[in-house]
């Protein structure tokens, strides 16, 4: 069946770099759009990022432009998300999602990202 | 990249049917079919339960329905059940690729 799992949040300083990774399993991963979702403590669900299946288009909300970046290595079936200067407010749970047509039909399981000095 | 404005909690009685309202704007529900509807359980990641306005996806139960007008859609449960008790998203495409979710609805039973 369908897998995603999260790797790489913990705590990191203010100002400092982390990268997220996203291994997935049960279905063709170069097939499919990818997307960052993150949901800070206690608050709602936030778009972060898009990336294309074959990784050549990658899109970013407003929040994250030019400090996070999308990538992916489809041999290695892995999504990764590198957040540089890192501020309180990216604290979060960060979620992979698969797409489904235009809608995130499977999910993981989160990492936490904490920003704290 | 506004979220998309959510009622904080609606409440029912079992059996009775609740609706949820999203409103967006003319540059994404208004502008797109492709406003899908997720359940977050505590401490859980979310699950579809309704895309494409109103379609759902194998295994969701047919009390769940999803519509749309104009710039703002429409998520009801009926017969409401114990286990519906949780929070719900909505989310809308915006172009370019782009998403944008609701602000989150509190459902109680």
């Known amino acids: 069946q369908v897998q995603l799992v999260e790797s790489g949040g913990g705590v990191v300083q203010p100002g400092r770099s982390l990268r997220l990774s996203c291994t997935v399993s049960?279905?063709?991963?170069?097939?499919?759009?990818m997307h960052w979702v993150r949901q800070a403590p206690g608050k709602g669900l936030e778009w972060v990022a898009v990336?294309?299946?074959?990784?050549?288009?990658?899109y970013y909300a407003d929040s994250v432009k030019g400090r996070f970046t999308i990538s992916r290595d489809n041999s290695e079936n892995t999504l990764y998300l590198q957040m540089n200067s890192l501020r309180a407010e990216d604290t979060a749970v960060h979620y992979c999602?698969?797409?489904?047509?235009?809608?995130?039909?499977?999910w993981g399981q989160g990492t936490l990202v904490t920003v704290s000095s | 990249q506004s979220a998309l404005t959510q009622p904080h909690s609606v409440s029912g009685s079992p059996g009775q049917s609740v609706t949820i309202s999203c409103t967006g704007t003319?540059?994404?529900?208004?502008?797109?079919?492709?406003v899908s509807w997720y359940r977050q359980l505590p401490g859980k990641a979310p699950k579809l339960m309704i895309y494409?306005?109103?379609k759902r996806p194998s295994g969701v139960p047919d009390r769940f329905s999803g519509s749309k007008s104009g710039n703002t859609a429409s998520l009801t449960i009926s017969g409401l059940q114990a286990e519906d008790e949780a929070d719900y998203y909505c989310?809308?495409?915006?172009?370019?690729?782009?998403?944008?979710f609701g602000t989150g609805t509190k459902v109680t039973v």
């Open positions: 494409d306005v109103n």
């Open positions: 999602a698969r797409v489904s047509g235009m809608a995130l039909g499977h």
């Open positions: 989310c809308s495409y915006a172009g370019n690729y782009t998403y944008v």
């Open positions: 990336i294309s299946y074959d990784g050549s288009n990658k």
């Open positions: 049960g279905f063709t991963f170069s097939d499919y759009a």
């Open positions: 003319t540059s994404d529900v208004g502008a797109y079919n492709h």
